[in-house]
């Protein structure tokens, strides 16, 4: 595994009162830890297209019946979506300069002569298609890992670092770690909502205690619990 990008942005003197941490100026480091290859296919099919959002005329649900290598073919505006499959498989890689977008698609089954099911955009289109091709088998589980690095220079020029670490791993036949660490924190807001717990109306960050210190409870009650670790340089 690596880290696929990071992305540094700075927090703000508004932003930092919010969280009551003063301070001049925070940066933050954001990566995404992905398995080798994955930024690579991703890149490959937002240039093919297959990542657009708008509507595409192949992709109405009253029209033709289209197979993915048909709209393979649409999308990079080939005309004859018969020809040699190996004269297709050049025109693929001399549209994104590489070979590996073949490999990529061959191993998705995105140059099959399958029917599509069209679901009006590319991306949707895509996403329905993956949700059953990549979808976990029987006795697989996924896993979120979360990591957070904090570096704290205080007052009396102490510098110390903080690590917040969750992990979750999903059940293998039920709720999925990405399921549990997404929908539980909204499931128990949404609860206390209706409960009137929380009673301010809006659009609300999650930062007061009222807020954060029963919904940080009930997670842990439900197995999602973060550890932490201190370290003075």
């Known amino acids: 595994m690596f880290i696929d990008a990071i992305l540094q942005f700075s927090i703000g003197s508004t932003y930092l009162k919010i969280i009551n941490v003063k301070c001049i100026y925070i940066y933050i480091f954001v990566g995404t830890l992905r398995y080798s290859g994955f930024a690579q296919a991703a890149r ?6 297959l990542l657009d959002t708008a509507d595409h005329p192949s992709l109405h649900q009253q029209g033709p019946e289209v197979t993915w290598r048909k709209l393979i073919c649409d999308l990079l505006g080939l005309e004859d979506a018969n020809m040699f499959y190996d004269n297709l498989k050049n025109k693929i890689s001399e549209r994104t300069g590489t070979d590996s977008a073949v490999d990529i698609l061959e191993e998705l089954g995105l140059l099959d002569n399958q029917n599509v099911v069209k679901c009006g955009t590319p991306i949707d289109t ?59 924190p909204t499931a128990i807001a949404t609860k206390m909502i209706l409960d009137g717990e929380i009673q301010e109306r809006g659009c609300l960050l999650p930062f007061a205690q009222e807020i954060y210190r029963p919904m940080l409870q009930r997670l842990r009650a439900e197995g999602l619990t973060a550890t932490e670790t201190s370290k003075f340089a």
């Open 126 to 184: 895509l996403t329905h298609y993956l949700s059953t091709r990549l979808a976990l088998e029987k006795n697989e589980r996924d896993l979120v890992i979360l990591r957070h690095d904090v570096g704290i220079v205080w007052p009396d020029h102490k510098i110390e670092n903080r690590g917040i670490n969750l992990v979750v791993y999903g059940d293998s036949n039920g709720h999925s770690a990405m399921a549990k660490t997404v929908g539980y």
């Open 44 to 49: 490959q099919l937002q240039f093919l297209g």
